[in-house]
């Protein structure tokens, strides 16, 4: 099998997903080859009694320091701590410079580790300008605690002011762009349940974006929407029902059912396989899920294949 082109993503390692799975689905992931793993300071607060996070990064911690030398890169974000309990959205960390190096301490505690491999700003702060965010995070990457850095939840014409005041800066400019998205798109105007920040939904100009600049990597999250491709018991959300999607899922049904995969496992294949590739960040709760999006990813869809879900 390939090396799948995912991340895996860490979001409920220490809350929801307990540390012994995490384990089994950390080593399997590494037995495949998988070697992103995605995380954040503040994952996953929602679902922690504190109300804080910081417990995806220490499971992860925990098994580098039982799995030294493992080949995996890591990938975590700063930005969108809660400040205090219930206090998401309106009152995060934010990107300050001071704060933003307070949290890589705390991050890199946690991960045992030195450096990290990509680490993102999660979340836009209008407080902070353009100019000292490419300061603090290339400032980072010249330290030698991020190898690189990327734009998480931003929109696309802000990317391109952070690239360009980089480059102006002579400074490591951001070399990813992370959103969410997937092959169902929700209708045009619709508040989407479950993304309270409108700005993280990847857009048309985001995608053009990725086409213009083939030196970022495009990553994606909630790229399956949470299992609702195939599972029963989780019917799509209200933005989602619109006749574009009854489309799109006739388009994903014809090809999944010629190729024997789940709709879910094609959705990934989709999005590795187009212009531009995209890298999915894959959530999953115990190893038969990872193995089936290994598969999904490592599937590579034909020409008329993807004429087929983009004409839909």
């Known amino acids: ?39 954040s300071d503040n994952y996953s607060f929602w679902t922690s009694e504190t109300g804080f996070g910081g417990q995806s990064e220490a499971v992860l911690g925990r098994w580098l320091a039982a799995n030294p030398g493992v080949p995996v890169r890591l990938s975590t974000k700063v930005g969108a701590q809660p400040t205090r309990v219930r206090g998401f959205p309106e009152h995060l960390e934010g990107l300050r410079e001071d704060v933003v190096r307070g949290a890589m301490a705390g991050s890199l505690e946690r991960l045992g580790v030195d450096g990290v491999d990509l680490y993102w700003a999660h979340v836009e702060d209008p407080s902070v300008p353009v100019e000292e965010l490419v300061a603090t995070f290339g400032g980072l990457v010249r330290e030698g605690l991020a190898a690189r850095w990327g734009v998480s939840n931003h929109p696309s014409w802000l990317v391109e002011r952070i690239r360009a005041a980089a480059e102006r800066a002579g400074l490591p400019q951001p070399v990813g762009y992370q959103e969410r998205y997937s092959y169902l798109q929700p209708a045009g105007g619709m508040d989407v349940e479950g993304q309270p920040i409108a700005l993280g939904m990847l857009s048309p100009d985001g995608l053009d974006f990725l086409r213009r600049n083939p030196s970022f990597e495009g990553w994606v999250y909630t790229a399956t929407l949470r299992g609702r491709y195939d599972r029963d018991d989780r019917p799509l959300e209200i933005e989602y029902q619109h006749p574009g999607t009854e489309r799109r899922l006739a388009a994903l049904r014809r090809v999944a059912d010629a190729r024997g995969l789940r709709a879910g496992q094609v959705v990934l294949a989709w999005l590795t396989s187009g212009r531009p590739a995209l890298t999915p960040i894959v959530g999953v709760s115990s190893v038969e899920q990872l193995e089936e999006a290994v598969e999904g990813v490592s599937t590579v869809l034909t020409a008329d294949e993807l004429a087929v879900l983009d004409g839909a």
Not at 5 to 32: H, S
């Open 1 to 39: 099998m390939n090396t799948p082109m995912m991340a895996l993503g860490a979001m409920y390692f220490g809350t929801t997903v307990d540390e012994r799975t995490a384990f089994a689905i950390l080593d399997r992931y590494a037995e495949l080859g998988g070697a992103l793993i995605d995380t």
